[in-house]
């Protein structure tokens, strides 16, 4: 029993340590010219892509053709930025972003 706490505390600490200086492991980002497009035959995702503002980027360019649902996730261009595509609760399309702190 030992045994399997000391890797969880080591992984804590790594995590804590990634996150240095900031103060919130939250980060408010924006979301622009949002667009999801569908094959009309069968309702699957045919692309989607938006414009992406963040603590580290400005109208970062981020895309994905024909990605499955739920997606894998999938970067942003070289950034630090990542993204995921699921099918929506209350809306078509649910969006999830991901930001690279630091790798360990």
Same mark, same amino acid.
């Given at each position: 029993? =030992? =045994?399997?706490? %000391?890797?969880?505390?080591? =992984? ?8 240095? /200086?900031?103060?919130? !492991?939250? $980060?408010?980002?924006?979301?622009? *010219? ?5 094959? /009309?035959? &069968?309702?699957?995702?045919?692309? %989607?892509?938006?414009? +992406?503002?963040?603590? *580290?980027?400005? &109208? =970062? ?6 990605? $499955? +649902? ?14 995921? +595509?699921? !099918?929506? !609760? ?15």
């Amino acid at each position: 029993m =030992l =045994l399997s706490l %000391v890797p969880a505390a080591a =992984l804590l600490a790594v995590v804590a340590a990634e996150d240095g /200086p900031r103060t919130s !492991k939250y $980060e408010d980002v924006a979301i622009a *010219d949002l667009h999801v497009r569908m094959f /009309p035959e &069968n309702g699957t995702v045919m692309d %989607v892509s938006f414009l +992406l503002s963040g603590r *580290d980027a400005a &109208n =970062l360019s981020c895309s994905r053709h024909a990605p $499955e +649902l739920p997606s894998a996730v999938f970067a942003c261009g070289d950034s630090k930025y990542r993204f995921a +595509l699921y !099918k929506g !609760k209350t809306v078509d399309y649910a969006l999830r972003v991901y930001h690279e702190l630091g790798t360990g």
